[in-house]
Protein backbone atom coordinates (compact mmCIF):
# COMPACT_ATOMS: atom_id res chain seq x y z
CA UNK A 1 0.00 0.00 0.00
CA UNK A 2 0.93 3.68 -0.77
CA UNK A 3 0.71 5.41 2.63
CA UNK A 4 2.55 6.84 5.92
CA UNK A 5 2.92 4.91 8.17
CA UNK A 6 3.89 4.70 11.79
CA UNK A 7 5.10 1.44 14.50
CA UNK A 8 3.87 1.06 16.84
CA UNK A 9 0.42 1.82 16.93
CA UNK A 10 -0.34 2.22 20.61
CA UNK A 11 2.73 2.78 23.22
CA UNK A 12 2.38 2.15 27.03
CA UNK A 13 5.23 2.99 29.28
CA UNK A 14 6.36 4.46 32.32
CA UNK A 15 7.98 7.64 33.28
CA UNK A 16 11.30 8.24 32.88
CA UNK A 17 11.33 5.16 30.27
CA UNK A 18 13.02 6.52 26.93
CA UNK A 19 11.06 5.14 23.77
CA UNK A 20 10.85 5.69 19.77
CA UNK A 21 8.68 5.87 16.98
CA UNK A 22 9.07 4.96 13.69
CA UNK A 23 7.67 6.39 10.50
CA UNK A 24 7.73 5.68 6.96
CA UNK A 25 6.71 7.25 3.72
CA UNK A 26 6.96 4.95 0.45
CA UNK A 27 5.64 8.44 -1.33
CA UNK A 28 8.61 9.89 -2.45
CA UNK A 29 7.54 12.63 -0.87
CA UNK A 30 10.99 15.02 0.56
CA UNK A 31 9.34 16.56 3.61
CA UNK A 32 8.52 14.70 6.66
CA UNK A 33 6.65 15.90 10.16
CA UNK A 34 5.75 14.82 13.66
CA UNK A 35 2.83 16.13 14.93
CA UNK A 36 1.36 15.63 18.58
CA UNK A 37 -2.66 15.67 19.57
CA UNK A 38 -3.23 16.22 22.94
CA UNK A 39 -6.31 15.53 24.76
CA UNK A 40 -8.55 18.46 23.23
CA UNK A 41 -7.49 17.06 19.88
CA UNK A 42 -5.34 19.94 19.03
CA UNK A 43 -2.90 19.34 16.70
CA UNK A 44 0.72 20.68 17.02
CA UNK A 45 3.63 20.65 14.71
CA UNK A 46 6.92 19.49 16.58
CA UNK A 47 9.28 18.62 13.90
CA UNK A 48 10.06 19.13 9.65
CA UNK A 49 12.44 17.79 7.43
CA UNK A 50 13.22 18.23 4.00
CA UNK A 51 15.63 15.67 2.61
CA UNK A 52 16.60 14.76 5.76
CA UNK A 53 17.69 18.04 6.98
CA UNK A 54 15.76 19.51 10.21
CA UNK A 55 13.61 22.97 8.51
CA UNK A 56 11.39 23.11 11.64
CA UNK A 57 12.29 23.13 15.32
CA UNK A 58 8.85 24.01 17.36
CA UNK A 59 9.59 24.84 20.91
CA UNK A 60 9.88 21.29 22.03
CA UNK A 61 11.63 20.02 25.13
CA UNK A 62 15.03 18.72 24.33
CA UNK A 63 14.06 14.95 25.28
CA UNK A 64 12.25 14.57 22.12
CA UNK A 65 15.32 14.10 19.05
CA UNK A 66 13.77 13.41 15.93
CA UNK A 67 16.25 11.31 13.27
CA UNK A 68 16.12 11.00 9.91
CA UNK A 69 17.98 8.17 8.45
CA UNK A 70 16.99 8.58 4.72
CA UNK A 71 14.08 10.66 2.97
CA UNK A 72 11.39 7.62 3.37
CA UNK A 73 11.93 7.74 7.11
CA UNK A 74 11.58 9.77 10.36
CA UNK A 75 11.57 8.77 13.70
CA UNK A 76 10.99 10.29 16.93
CA UNK A 77 13.02 9.31 20.19
CA UNK A 78 11.78 10.44 23.12
CA UNK A 79 14.23 10.39 26.69
CA UNK A 80 12.84 10.30 30.14
CA UNK A 81 9.01 9.84 29.51
CA UNK A 82 6.90 12.58 31.63
CA UNK A 83 2.97 12.05 31.92
CA UNK A 84 2.60 15.52 30.00
CA UNK A 85 3.52 13.60 26.54
CA UNK A 86 0.85 11.16 26.97
CA UNK A 87 -0.89 12.25 23.55
CA UNK A 88 -1.48 10.72 19.88
CA UNK A 89 1.77 11.39 17.24
CA UNK A 90 1.08 11.89 14.17
CA UNK A 91 3.51 11.32 10.98
CA UNK A 92 2.93 13.13 7.86
CA UNK A 93 4.71 13.80 4.49
CA UNK A 94 4.40 16.16 1.92
CA UNK A 95 4.37 16.82 -1.59
CA UNK A 96 4.58 20.11 -3.78
CA UNK A 97 1.43 20.58 -5.90
CA UNK A 98 1.89 24.21 -7.70
CA UNK A 99 3.17 27.42 -6.34
CA UNK A 100 2.92 27.45 -2.59
CA UNK A 101 0.41 24.64 -2.23
CA UNK A 102 1.71 21.15 -1.25
CA UNK A 103 -0.67 18.03 -0.34
CA UNK A 104 -0.06 16.71 3.47
CA UNK A 105 -0.43 13.01 4.07
CA UNK A 106 -1.16 11.87 7.74
CA UNK A 107 0.16 8.32 8.90
CA UNK A 108 -2.82 6.37 11.43
CA UNK A 109 -1.12 7.54 14.61
CA UNK A 110 0.53 6.02 17.38
CA UNK A 111 -1.09 6.48 21.16
CA UNK A 112 1.20 6.91 23.68
CA UNK A 113 0.55 6.35 27.15
CA UNK A 114 2.54 7.09 29.95
CA UNK A 115 1.79 5.95 33.60
CA UNK B 1 -0.33 36.41 17.14
CA UNK B 2 -1.67 33.60 14.51
CA UNK B 3 -4.73 31.73 15.45
CA UNK B 4 -7.57 29.83 13.65
CA UNK B 5 -10.76 29.51 15.53
CA UNK B 6 -13.12 26.92 14.55
CA UNK B 7 -17.10 27.02 15.42
CA UNK B 8 -19.24 25.46 16.52
CA UNK B 9 -17.12 22.90 18.40
CA UNK B 10 -18.89 20.05 18.32
CA UNK B 11 -22.31 19.72 16.24
CA UNK B 12 -25.21 16.69 16.06
CA UNK B 13 -27.41 16.52 12.96
CA UNK B 14 -29.58 13.82 11.71
CA UNK B 15 -28.89 11.58 8.56
CA UNK B 16 -29.07 13.48 5.15
CA UNK B 17 -29.60 16.58 6.67
CA UNK B 18 -26.78 19.53 5.94
CA UNK B 19 -24.79 21.68 7.59
CA UNK B 20 -22.01 24.28 7.65
CA UNK B 21 -18.75 24.45 10.05
CA UNK B 22 -16.94 27.76 10.15
CA UNK B 23 -13.00 28.85 10.45
CA UNK B 24 -11.96 32.21 10.83
CA UNK B 25 -8.30 33.25 11.04
CA UNK B 26 -6.42 35.51 11.89
CA UNK B 27 -2.98 34.29 9.94
CA UNK B 28 -0.36 36.67 7.90
CA UNK B 29 0.82 36.29 5.39
CA UNK B 30 -1.70 34.00 4.32
CA UNK B 31 -1.02 30.85 2.04
CA UNK B 32 -3.68 28.59 1.76
CA UNK B 33 -6.43 27.08 3.97
CA UNK B 34 -7.41 23.63 3.87
CA UNK B 35 -9.91 21.47 5.58
CA UNK B 36 -9.23 18.04 6.87
CA UNK B 37 -11.05 15.24 7.98
CA UNK B 38 -10.37 13.36 10.92
CA UNK B 39 -12.10 9.69 11.40
CA UNK B 40 -12.12 8.55 15.13
CA UNK B 41 -8.54 6.80 15.98
CA UNK B 42 -6.87 7.91 12.39
CA UNK B 43 -4.60 10.55 10.70
CA UNK B 44 -6.74 13.34 9.32
CA UNK B 45 -7.36 13.48 5.91
CA UNK B 46 -7.50 16.94 3.14
CA UNK B 47 -10.59 17.14 2.22
CA UNK B 48 -9.98 20.89 -0.13
CA UNK B 49 -7.12 23.51 -0.35
CA UNK B 50 -7.97 26.83 -1.70
CA UNK B 51 -5.57 29.36 -2.05
CA UNK B 52 -6.73 33.71 -1.49
CA UNK B 53 -7.65 33.67 -4.97
CA UNK B 54 -10.09 31.37 -4.89
CA UNK B 55 -13.85 31.28 -2.95
CA UNK B 56 -14.88 28.18 -3.22
CA UNK B 57 -14.08 24.60 -3.95
CA UNK B 58 -15.92 20.88 -4.13
CA UNK B 59 -15.06 17.85 -3.20
CA UNK B 60 -18.10 15.46 -3.87
CA UNK B 61 -20.82 16.18 -0.76
CA UNK B 62 -17.91 18.80 0.37
CA UNK B 63 -17.72 22.47 -0.34
CA UNK B 64 -15.13 25.00 1.07
CA UNK B 65 -15.70 28.84 1.13
CA UNK B 66 -13.29 31.25 1.26
CA UNK B 67 -13.49 35.25 2.07
CA UNK B 68 -9.89 36.54 2.00
CA UNK B 69 -11.10 39.83 3.32
CA UNK B 70 -13.36 38.79 6.38
CA UNK B 71 -10.57 35.93 7.04
CA UNK B 72 -13.51 33.03 7.06
CA UNK B 73 -14.44 29.94 5.57
CA UNK B 74 -16.61 27.67 5.91
CA UNK B 75 -17.46 23.99 5.14
CA UNK B 76 -20.63 23.07 4.12
CA UNK B 77 -21.32 19.27 4.09
CA UNK B 78 -24.84 18.32 1.96
CA UNK B 79 -26.69 15.09 2.69
CA UNK B 80 -24.89 14.31 5.90
CA UNK B 81 -24.22 10.01 5.91
CA UNK B 82 -23.39 8.19 8.87
CA UNK B 83 -19.43 7.52 7.80
CA UNK B 84 -19.29 11.74 7.84
CA UNK B 85 -18.81 11.78 11.86
CA UNK B 86 -15.46 13.18 12.19
CA UNK B 87 -13.99 15.62 13.50
CA UNK B 88 -13.07 18.28 10.66
CA UNK B 89 -10.25 20.35 10.73
CA UNK B 90 -9.66 24.19 9.43
CA UNK B 91 -5.56 24.95 8.48
CA UNK B 92 -4.52 27.73 7.42
CA UNK B 93 -0.75 27.77 5.82
CA UNK B 94 1.50 30.96 6.27
CA UNK B 95 4.97 32.36 4.51
CA UNK B 96 5.80 29.76 1.46
CA UNK B 97 7.25 27.15 3.01
CA UNK B 98 5.85 23.50 4.13
CA UNK B 99 4.96 23.35 7.21
CA UNK B 100 3.69 26.83 8.18
CA UNK B 101 0.52 25.50 9.54
CA UNK B 102 -2.02 26.90 11.67
CA UNK B 103 -4.47 24.11 13.05
CA UNK B 104 -7.72 25.04 14.58
CA UNK B 105 -9.17 22.99 16.84
CA UNK B 106 -11.41 21.22 15.06
CA UNK B 107 -15.71 20.53 14.68
CA UNK B 108 -16.77 17.34 16.06
CA UNK B 109 -19.80 16.35 14.27
CA UNK B 110 -22.08 13.34 14.82
CA UNK B 111 -24.10 12.47 12.16
CA UNK B 112 -27.33 10.47 13.93
CA UNK B 113 -29.66 7.95 12.17
Known amino acids: DTAVSQTPKYLVTQMGNDKSIKCEQN?????MYWYKQDSKKFLKIMFSYNNKELIINETVPNRFSPKSPDKAHLNLHINSLELGDSAVYFC??????????????FGPGTRLTVT | KNQVEQSPQSLIILEGKNCTLQ??????????LRWYKQDTGRGPVSLTIMTFSENTKSNGRYTATLDADTKQSSLHITASQLSDSASYIC????????????FGKGTKLSVKP
Open chain 1, 92 to 105: ASSRRLAGPLYEQY
Open chain 2, 91 to 102: VVSYGGSQGNLI
Open chain 2, 23 to 32: CNYTVSPFSN
Open chain 1, 27 to 31: LGHDT
